[in-house]
C-alpha cells in the first residue's frame, strides 16, 4: 500500500455549484463522499452520474491517514480494496472503527465468498463487485446513508437497558456490567433495531430492510447469519440471560428471559427435609406407625 502521507496526490473535489431538482425537492443536504479508486475509466462514468446526482464527492488514488478522513466529514466512502494493498484490511478495520457513523461500501473486482464476508464483518455496510452499473452503486451509498441519517436520529436516546446488557447508541455498543460486549456496527444496529420493538416479533425482510437498506434478496440468509453471531457474544457475555427468540418462518423476538438452571441430583443433600429416593428401603417399624396414624 502506497503511503497516503508521503503522497501529496490526495485526489480532486467536485462540488457541483447547482444541484438536481431531486435534491432540492427532497430538502436533504448533498450526500458528501470519498471514492477511492484507481479505475480511470469507471471514475470517468461514476463522476458523471455523481455529479447528475448532486452529489459531492472526491476522488482519492490511495488510501489517506485516518485524520484526514475525519477532516473530510463524509458521508460515505465508496472504496477498491485493490488500490488499498497488502494492509487493505487492517485500513478497512481501522476505517470502519474510527467513523462509526460512516457509511462504507467496498466496490472491487471478482472476490470469494469468504472476501465479502470478512469485509462485511470487519464493519463495511455493503459489497459490491466490478463490473456494475454506476446507478445501482450510487443507490446502495444512497441507502447507506439513509441508514446512517437514521441512526443518528437515536443517538439522543439514553442507554436501554434489557436484562443484564446496556445499550448504549452514542457509543454504538453494548455492554455487561460495565464490560464491552465487543459488537461491529452491524452487530449493534441489529440488537438496537430488535431492542426498539420491545419484546414484539420482527420479520426477516423488515430488518434486512432496516439494518441493510434495501429489499432482501430471496435466499439471502445474512439476517441469520448475524443474529447467529450476535446471539453467540450475548451468551457470552450475559450467560445467565436468553435475549434473541427464533420464531421459526418468521423472524426474530428480542426479549430477556433468565435461564432457569435445573438442580442437579447430586446437589440433594440426604436428610435435609427432602422425600426419600424410592429405592430406599423403608424401616418396616415405622411404616407400620404411619398406617396406624401415629
Known amino acids: 500500500m502506497r503511503d497516503a502521507a508521503s503522497n501529496g496526490d490526495r485526489g480532486r473535489v467536485y462540488a457541483p455549484a447547482e444541484m438536481t431538482n431531486r435534491t432540492v425537492a427532497d430538502g436533504q443536504p448533498p450526500i458528501r463522499m470519498a471514492v477511492i479508486d484507481s479505475d480511470t475509466g469507471f471514475l470517468q462514468v461514476l463522476a458523471k452520474r455523481l455529479e447528475g446526482a448532486g452529489c459531492q464527492y472526491r476522488v482519492l488514488a490511495s488510501p489517506v491517514p485516518l485524520d484526514a478522513m475525519v477532516a473530510m466529514r463524509l458521508n460515505a466512502v465508496v472504496v477498491d480494496l485493490a488500490v488499498l494493498g497488502p494492509q487493505g484490511w487492517t485500513y478497512l478495520e481501522r476505517l470502519c472503527g474510527r467513523l462509526p457513523g460512516l457509511g462504507v461500501v467496498v466496490c472491487t473486482g471478482q472476490s470469494s465468498v469468504a472476501q465479502r464476508v470478512r469485509g462485511l464483518r470487519l464493519g463495511a455496510d455493503d459489497w459490491v463487485t466490478k463490473p456494475c452499473h454506476p446507478e445501482e452503486l450510487i443507490a446502495r451509498v444512497e441507502a447507506v446513508v439513509r441508514r446512517r441519517k437514521r441512526a443518528e436520529t437515536r443517538v439522543d436516546v439514553g442507554p436501554v437497558m434489557v436484562g443484564a446488557v446496556e445499550i448504549r447508541a452514542d457509543q454504538f455498543q453494548a455492554y455487561v456490567e460495565g464490560v464491552s460486549i465487543d459488537l461491529t456496527r452491524r452487530e449493534f444496529e441489529l440488537i438496537q433495531l430488535l431492542a426498539e420493538a420491545q419484546g414484539q416479533v420482527m420479520q ?68 435435609a427435609g427432602l422425600p426419600r429416593p424410592v429405592s430406599e428401603p423403608v424401616d418396616a417399624e415405622a411404616a407400620a406407625l404411619l398406617v396406624a396414624g401415629g
Do not use: C, N
Request: proline residues 4%; hydrophobic residues 40%; without cysteine.
Open 204 to 271: 426477516r425482510e423488515e430488518i434486512y430492510q432496516r439494518v441493510w437498506g434495501y429489499a432482501m434478496v430471496h435466499g439471502d440468509r445474512s439476517v441469520d447469519v448475524f443474529v447467529r453471531k450476535l446471539r453467540q457474544k450475548l451468551e457470552r457475555s450475559s450467560p445467565d440471560w436468553r435475549y434473541i427468540h427464533t420464531h421459526f418462518g418468521i423472524g426474530y423476538r428480542f426479549d430477556a428471559e433468565l435461564v432457569v438452571a435445573a438442580v442437579p441430583q447430586e446437589a440433594v443433600v440426604p436428610g
